[in-house]
């Protein structure tokens, strides 16, 4: 290409000037577009400091241009997040009173009217280019990064695992029970980068240097096929947390309790909290299985049962074998709610699972005249 | 040349039209043209950065390259201008239209590669347009696009509705489709003849 151009006459030492021009020029004018981008990048995607007002007290002053989630990140503020701030999974919502610009397209489908009413916003699609005014539950502040040492793990059926995480940094752990942390799953064979979760905390609130995890293998998963496979005892984990609305509420109703599966954690923890209270509520807790190897940890259970003023705890089976002699109840778990119920208006139910599950138990809840105030969730997504 | 401004500018949108005779900027074509919605917001961002880049190109071509003898550059040259552009664009669109940066924001990158953006500049190069012709030959290219894009999505979104056998769901139908509009667009043809 280059030779055609120039005639053959000229001699070497041309050619090789007009080679240098050519770099030249290309350099100059890639150069040139590259510095008027610099210019641009620090111009007009310069922000300057920007002032985060958070609940009218606390300030950060802080570098704008960047998304309000990840500064709050950077600012060790951990609101929820399960996508990593690409707005897929709506977790991170926040009020933002002023300064947060229009609503965007991209947050629409995750608000509904009163939330939008409200300037609840996705946090990590509200970029921070102005002072920005915002509130946030003051539970956030409690969340912290945690690491810790994998002490136990034990196989409680044939698909679920029971992690013992003993937490070296921070020393201790403040949450509510049924709350969850996000546990991060480090780059490993199957999974080209690390990966965050949300499990459920099963421990006892009370017991402030170690958490429990219970975690179900969901085929191909990458973090549960992580703890199944990879994750050894004396492993170093880490972890952020603790997050969720789903807590107990401070009342003398009477309370069900409904989960399958490692949705058990959360209820674990919640019946641990009412024991150490001396609890006097009615409780009683439906767990939805298939057959008699989905049931586990029975034994604390029963142990609950005998402590507890008035608990029960009432497995259902959807598919006992014969040869199991199961003797316990069948079926679906709808049927018996109704026997538990003693005045609706007084009864709160506490699910965990998956959404489907969830839908399905909350249309019979309101049929047995059970208000959406007293039914809390925590959905598995 | 000596084409009319106005002509030339109508040509590009129906007669030459750059999709559908020269078939350029396909993949963005197939992969956005789901919805309505969304063609239009590529459709935009195509005609703004087509109708600027030709600009661009022009002044970068007639005062650079020609004169320093590098015009076997122009590719490499018109690449760089095109995708400093939309980098340009971008920021620009971010700080002042957060809105218009979301719904637009996501095709822009795309833009850069879109072969159609190229092609104008090369083609205005090719068939020795002056500045204002170019710049008419960009924004009705650009036009022209957006009207292409836009009647394949308003067609998918009529025809997802209906049964589509198996073998013709996805790009199979659409190229069809995309083939019986040019053949439609043919009929323009004999109006005005810019190639």
Same mark, same amino acid.
């Given at each position: 290409?280059?030779?055609?151009?120039?005639?053959?006459? +000229?001699?070497?030492?041309?050619?090789?000037?007009?080679?240098?021009?050519?770099?030249?020029?290309?350099?100059?004018?890639?150069?040139? %577009?590259?510095?008027?981008?610099?210019?641009?990048?620090?111009? +007009?995607?310069?922000?300057?400091?920007?002032?985060?007002?958070?609940?009218?007290?606390?300030?950060?002053?802080?570098?704008?241009?960047?998304?309000?989630?990840?500064?709050?990140?950077?600012?060790?503020?951990?609101?929820?997040?399960?996508?990593?701030?690409?707005?897929?999974?709506?977790?991170?919502?926040?009020?933002?009173?002023?300064?947060?610009?229009?609503?965007?397209?991209?947050?629409?489908?995750?608000?509904?009217?009163?939330?939008?009413?409200?300037?609840?916003?996705?946090?990590?699609?509200?970029?921070?280019?102005?002072?920005?005014?915002?509130?946030?539950?003051?539970?956030?502040?409690?969340?912290?990064? /945690?690491?810790?040492?994998?002490?136990?793990?034990?196989?409680?059926?044939?698909?679920?695992?029971?992690?013992?995480?003993?937490?070296?940094?921070?020393?201790?752990?403040?949450?509510?029970?049924?709350?969850?942390?996000?546990?991060?799953?480090?780059?490993?064979?199957?999974?080209?980068?690390?990966?965050?979760?949300?499990?459920?905390?099963?421990?006892?609130?009370?017991?402030?240097? %170690?958490?429990?995890?219970?975690?179900?293998?969901?085929?191909?998963?990458?973090?549960?096929?992580?703890?199944?496979?990879? +994750?050894?005892?004396?492993?170093?984990?880490?972890?952020?947390?603790?997050?969720?609305?789903?807590?107990?509420?401070?009342?003398?109703?009477? @309370?069900?309790?409904?989960?399958?599966?490692?949705?058990?954690?959360?209820?674990?923890? @919640?019946?641990?909290?009412?024991?150490?209270?001396?609890?006097?509520?009615?409780?009683?807790?439906?767990?939805?299985?298939?057959?008699?190897?989905? +049931?586990?940890?029975?034994?604390? /259970?029963?142990?609950?049962?005998?402590?507890?003023?008035?608990?029960?705890?009432?497995?259902?089976?959807?598919?006992?074998?014969?040869?199991?002699?199961?003797?316990?109840?069948?079926?679906?778990? @709808?049927?018996?709610?109704?026997?538990?119920?003693?005045?609706?208006?007084?009864?709160?139910?506490?699910?965990?699972?998956?959404?489907?599950?969830?839908?399905?138990?909350?249309?019979?809840?309101?049929?047995?005249?059970?208000?959406?105030?007293?039914?809390?969730?925590?959905?598995?997504? | 040349?000596?084409?009319?401004?106005?002509?030339?500018?109508?040509?590009?949108?129906?007669?030459? &039209?750059?999709?559908?005779?020269?078939?350029?900027?396909?993949? #963005?074509?197939?992969?956005?043209?789901?919805?309505?919605? #969304? #063609?239009?917001?590529?459709?935009?961002?195509?005609?703004?950065?087509?109708?600027?880049?030709?600009?661009?190109?022009?002044?970068?071509?007639?005062? !650079?390259?020609?004169?320093?003898?590098?015009?076997?550059?122009?590719?490499?040259?018109?690449?760089?201008?095109?995708?400093?552009?939309?980098?340009?664009?971008?920021?620009?669109?971010?700080?002042?239209?957060?809105?218009?940066?979301?719904?637009?924001?996501?095709?822009?990158?795309?833009?850069?590669? &879109?072969?159609?953006?190229?092609?104008?500049?090369?083609?205005? !190069? !090719?068939?020795?347009?002056?500045?204002?012709?170019?710049?008419?030959?960009?924004?009705?290219?650009?036009?022209?696009?957006?009207?292409?894009?836009?009647?394949?999505?308003?067609?998918?979104?009529?025809? &997802?509705?209906?049964? !589509?056998?198996?073998?013709?769901?996805?790009?199979?139908?659409?190229?069809?489709?995309?083939?019986?509009?040019?053949?439609?667009?043919?009929?323009?043809?004999?109006?005005?003849?810019?190639?």
């Amino acid at each position: 290409m280059v030779l055609s151009v120039f005639p053959v006459s +000229l001699s070497y030492n041309s050619m090789f000037i007009s080679i240098l021009i050519t770099i030249g020029i290309v350099a100059g004018i890639g150069g040139f %577009l590259a510095l008027l981008l610099v210019i641009a990048e620090s111009t +007009l995607a310069n922000y300057g400091e920007c002032t985060i007002t958070i609940n009218e007290k606390k300030e950060l002053k802080v570098k704008g241009g960047s998304s309000l989630l990840n500064i709050l990140n950077n600012n060790k503020i951990f609101l929820s997040s399960a996508c990593g701030g690409r707005g897929s999974c709506g977790f991170c919502k926040c009020k933002v009173i002023e300064g947060g610009g229009p609503l965007l397209p991209t947050e629409t489908p995750f608000l509904d009217e009163d939330e939008k009413k409200n300037n609840i916003r996705l946090a990590c699609q509200v970029k921070v280019k102005q002072d920005i005014k915002i509130e946030i539950s003051t539970g956030i502040f409690a969340v912290h990064e /945690f690491t810790g040492t994998v002490t136990k793990i034990k196989d409680l059926t044939h698909d679920i695992k029971e992690l013992t995480i003993e937490i070296t940094n921070p020393k201790n752990i403040d949450f509510k029970a049924g709350q969850y942390v996000q546990f991060v799953a480090p780059r490993y064979e199957r999974s080209r980068q690390s990966v965050t979760r949300a499990y459920s905390i099963s421990s006892s609130p009370e017991q402030k240097d %170690l958490i429990k995890l219970i975690i179900k293998k969901v085929p191909d998963g990458l973090c549960t096929t992580y703890i199944h496979e990879y +994750l050894k005892e004396g492993d170093t984990v880490s972890f952020t947390g603790p997050f969720g609305d789903f807590i107990i509420k401070d009342t003398q109703n009477d @309370m069900i309790f409904i989960a399958g599966g490692s949705g058990k954690a959360p209820i674990i923890s @919640m019946l641990e909290y009412l024991n150490t209270h001396n609890s006097k509520r009615r409780l009683v807790y439906f767990f939805g299985a298939r057959t008699k190897k989905d +049931l586990y940890l029975t034994e604390l /259970f029963e142990k609950l049962e005998k402590e507890l003023k008035d608990f029960a705890y009432v497995p259902i089976l959807s598919r006992p074998e014969e040869s199991s002699e199961w003797k316990g109840k069948t079926g679906y778990i @709808m049927p018996y709610l109704k026997d538990f119920i003693a005045d609706p208006t007084k009864t709160e139910a506490y699910l965990c699972g998956s959404p489907g599950m969830i839908d399905a138990v909350t249309k019979e809840l309101h049929e047995l005249k059970i208000s959406d105030d007293n039914i809390f969730y925590d959905s598995f997504s | 040349m000596e084409i009319s401004v106005f002509i030339l500018f109508m040509a590009a949108v129906f007669t030459s &039209n750059i999709l559908l005779t020269n078939f350029l900027g396909m993949c #963005s074509y197939l992969s956005v043209s789901k919805q309505v919605e #969304s #063609s239009i917001g590529l459709g935009l961002a195509v005609f703004f950065v087509m109708t600027c880049t030709t600009a661009l190109n022009y002044a970068v071509y007639y005062f !650079i390259l020609v004169p320093l003898d590098l015009i076997y550059l122009q590719y490499i040259i018109f690449i760089i201008v095109i995708a400093a552009f939309v980098q340009l664009t971008e920021m620009v669109i971010e700080r002042f239209s957060p809105v218009l940066y979301y719904s637009l924001g996501i095709f822009l990158p795309l833009i850069t590669v &879109n072969c159609a953006i190229l092609g104008v500049s090369l083609f205005m !190069i !090719i068939r020795n347009y002056t500045f204002i012709q170019s710049v008419a030959f960009g924004a009705g290219s650009g036009i022209g696009w957006m009207l292409a894009i836009l009647a394949l999505a308003g067609i998918r979104e009529r025809v &997802n509705e209906k049964f !589509i056998p198996i073998g013709l769901r996805g790009a199979a139908l659409s190229l069809i489709i995309t083939g019986i509009m040019a053949l439609g667009f043919i009929g323009f043809s004999g109006i005005a003849v810019i190639q």
